[in-house]
């Protein structure tokens, strides 16, 4: 059944298919799908990543974006916020020179954005663990609404067969965010890329969580940061600006998708 679905990240699915019970489209759909977004410019990413001074391949992306972005959705795929997230943390590794590093991810869906944060780790000879969480479940058999449905249902570990030595710097963990932070005994964040719930509410507990971890020059990023679709992100972002604590950068993909960059910039932390 599919009755339960319509918010796949409202947390109130079944696990067994959240997304369908078989492939929603042919492979030439997907494919239309994936050129038509590689037909797309987005010279403002090519240009911060220049000023970043690191790019990802992007062979490497787009197989990437194939099995794990390209899907049948009303809004314009976009994939470029891997790009951009694989960038900023190359900066932040070669700036801070640290090893070690915890990473935390909210909101893992088929994976792109933390298989990116691995690669990141991976070209910078940096040990680092990334935790991703995810309501979805990692080793559960379903249709992701991809291109891999193809081949028959697949877990997400499946789904991302491809990129083994990334994975090997990922932890899985499934749950709603709320109980999985509860139980997550973290002391330091370095990192953290927060895309689960978009409500203002959920956003604010995310970092609340994350900030009491940073120390001066620490990273979160907040993806879709747009008024129109999550009024409630955007809010939290507000709040967060006005705090104080971290200074808050708006970087605009294109017209309807953004992400916030947000650099601590007051020195202590507690736990």
């Known amino acids: 059944m599919i009755s339960r679905v319509k918010k796949v990240y409202g947390y109130y699915f079944p696990n067994k298919n959240p997304f369908s019970n078989a492939p929603y489209a ?3 759909e997907y494919m239309k799908i994936f050129n038509e977004a590689l037909s797309k410019k987005y010279e403002k990413v090519r240009e911060k990543c220049i000023d970043l001074g690191f790019t990802i391949d992007e062979t490497y992306l787009n ?4 099995s794990t972005q390209v899907v049948i959705k009303k809004s314009e795929i976009n994939f470029q916020h891997g790009k951009l997230i694989y960038s900023i943390l190359r900066n932040y590794l070669e700036t801070k020179k640290y090893q070690n590093l915890i990473i935390l991810e909210t909101g893992t869906a088929r994976g792109i954005s933390s298989i990116c944060m691995s690669k990141a780790l991976t ?3 940096v040990n680092g663990k990334i935790y991703s969480i995810d309501y979805l479940p990692h080793n559960h058999a379903m249709y992701w609404n991809s291109i891999s449905d193809h081949g028959g249902k697949l ?3 499946d789904l ?3 990129w083994e030595q990334e994975k090997n710097n990922i932890i899985f963990l499934e749950g709603k965010t709320k109980k999985i932070l509860k139980k997550l005994d973290l002391e330091r964040i370095n990192f953290a890329f927060l895309d ?4 203002k509410k959920d956003v604010l507990h995310e970092f609340n969580y994350v900030k009491k971890r940073q120390i001066n020059g620490d990273l979160i990023i907040f993806d879709d940061v747009t ?3 999550f009024p409630g992100v955007v809010e939290a972002l507000n709040i967060i600006k006005q705090q104080g604590e971290y200074e808050i950068e708006v970087f605009y993909i294109s ?5 916030g960059i947000a650099t601590k910039i007051i020195e202590k932390y507690e736990l």
């Open 196 to 199: 689960a719930a978009h409500t």
């Open 63 to 66: 197989n990437l974006a194939l």
């Open 123 to 125: 070209h910078s000879k």
């Open 26 to 28: 042919s492979e030439e």
């Open 160 to 162: 991302l067969k491809n």
């Open 227 to 229: 008024e129109t679709a």
């Open 155 to 157: 877990s997400r570990n």
């Open 255 to 259: 017209k309807n998708r953004s992400i």
